[in-house]
Nanobody, 122 residues
Framework: QVQLVESGGGSVQAGGSLRLSCAAS????????MGWFRQAPGKEREFVAL????????LYADSVKGRFTISNDNPKNTMYLQMNNLKVEDTAVYYC???????????????WGQGTQVTVAS
């Protein structure tokens, strides 16, 4: 059973930065795709970014493009989401997920973390 554990959430002022981490309990396969999703209060969970475990190919939601950067550290089995120039509308619970398809669809991800809260104050 794969376990994913997010960390790094917190409260920050608008314009600030946070870095989220997602540690996997087992080494992902070379074909694995890791993703970040978020769910704001009263809204459905939405795609944020994804990255292939091997390589640097990444995809971003338009709302975060140019502000967020997804990366991974293969030896540490850890994925990151660097979030810069945060906006109030970025406030949400952020989830990491693991799948095998290069896809922004939640249904293509088999394993999910428990989530970490990010709150951006104006």
């Amino acid at each position: 059973q794969v376990q994913l554990v997010e960390s790094g959430g917190g409260s920050v002022q608008a314009g600030g930065s946070l870095r989220l981490s997602c540690a996997a309990s087992s080494r992902p396969f070379s074909s694995t795709v890791m993703g970040w999703f978020r769910q704001a209060p009263g809204k459905e969970r939405e795609f944020v970014a994804l990255i292939r475990w091997r390589g640097t190919s990444a995809l971003y939601a338009d709302s975060v493009k140019g502000r967020f950067t997804i990366s991974n550290d293969n030896p540490k089995n850890t994925m990151y989401l660097q979030m810069n120039n945060l906006k109030v509308e970025d406030t949400a619970v952020y989830y990491c997920a693991r799948g095998s398809q290069y896809s922004s669809a939640q249904s293509d991800y088999e394993y999910w973390g428990q989530g970490t809260q990010v709150t951006v104050a104006s």
